[in-house]
């Protein structure tokens, strides 16, 4: 991976997936709870100033090919 950029879009959803795997027991285990939670980390991820992958909409920040 070769920018900071490219990282930032790569991991950040990956982790929150991540410790929701990991942290949620299976019989907890509900996507459309996920997604809908997931709502408040794209704002945090906004308030940092991380460039994420929104698959809501990939057109808003565009995958970086490098």
Known sequence: V???KR???????RICAL???AWTL?????????LSRLEK???LFESLGIY???F???NRHP???Q
Not at 26 to 34: C, L, R, T, V
Request: charged residues 30%; aromatic residues 18%; contains cysteine.
């Open 19 to 21: 410790a929701e795997a």
């Open 41 to 43: 980390e794209y704002s």
């Open 52 to 54: 994420y992958c929104d």
């Open 26 to 34: 299976p019989e907890g285990k509900d996507y459309s709870s996920f």
């Open 56 to 58: 809501r909409d990939l």
């Open 7 to 13: 990282v930032q879009y790569m991991i950040f959803l």
């Open 63 to 65: 995958e970086i090919k």
């Open 2 to 4: 070769r920018t900071p």
